[in-house]
């Protein structure tokens, strides 16, 4: 079965430093993988997500991910983040294909420091 | 336009009584699913519709019945609501060839006291 395990639970960073998330997977064929992120109090918004391909993914608000297959990784990243980063963030891995949906990991709390 | 809507967006009601949660998609998906989030944020899916055919129960008891009367549309109905049914629940939709990309609706906060 697949599972996603994000182990940071929180993290800190002061605004404008960079920041990366931590993710990894756990899928016995190529994975779909996907970030997501959730304001408080609002839903779930797709930054970014990897099919195949190029394993640096770009996403929305300046985000990207890498996939690395070796370390069966799929770390966030973002040169500067800004206040309104603050959100939870979720990492997740498609469950076999046509309609079986997504597993997620716990998700991280990412708090900005001014 | 939202893209997929569920209302109501706040649902406070009495242990033992029914309620229902409504989701509708304009995306033009033929997938559909029920996402439960738990106090603790961890987010799991509890059933997904294909073209309005069960495809997905995730061992959800049988105290929940969702229902898709057509491709746009799946609702969540719940009996006998407990305690333990407090939770945030995401209606969400895909599309085929997409990898199964999901997206979500801005959720239903059901508190049963």
């Known amino acids: 079965a697949q599972s996603v395990t994000q182990p940071d639970i929180h993290i800190t960073v002061s605004e404008g430093a960079s920041l990366e998330l931590r993710c990894n997977y756990s899928?016995?064929?190529?994975?779909?993988l996907f970030w997501y992120v959730q304001s408080p109090g609002q839903g779930l918004q797709l930054l970014l997500k990897?099919?195949?391909?190029?394993?640096l993914v770009q996403g929305i608000k300046g985000f990207e991910a890498e996939f690395k297959r070796s370390q069966s990784s799929f770390n966030l990243r973002k040169p500067s983040v800004h206040w309104s980063d603050a959100a939870e963030y979720f990492c997740?891995?498609?469950?076999?294909?046509?309609?079986?949906?997504?597993?997620f990991g716990k998700g991280t709390h990412l708090i900005i420091q001014p | 336009d939202t893209a997929v809507s569920q209302t109501p967006k706040y649902l406070v009601t009495q242990m033992g009584n029914d309620k229902s949660i409504k989701c509708e998609q304009n995306?033009?998906?033929?997938?559909m699913y029920w996402y439960k989030q738990d106090s603790k944020k961890f987010l799991k899916i509890m059933f997904s519709y294909n073209n309005k055919e069960l495809i997905i129960n995730e061992t959800v008891p049988n105290r929940f019945s969702p229902k898709s009367p057509d491709k746009a549309h799946l609702n969540l109905h719940i009996n006998s609501l407990e305690l333990g049914d407090s939770a945030v629940y995401f209606c969400?939709?895909?599309?085929?060839?997409?990898?199964?990309?999901?997206?979500f609706g801005p959720g239903t906060r059901l508190l049963v006291l």
């Open positions: 969400a939709s895909s599309r085929r060839g997409d990898g199964e990309t999901q997206y």
């Open positions: 997740a891995v498609g469950r076999g294909g046509g309609a079986d949906g997504l597993t």
């Open positions: 899928y016995g064929a190529t994975p779909y």
């Open positions: 990897y099919f195949s391909g190029d394993t």
């Open positions: 995306l033009g998906h033929d997938t």
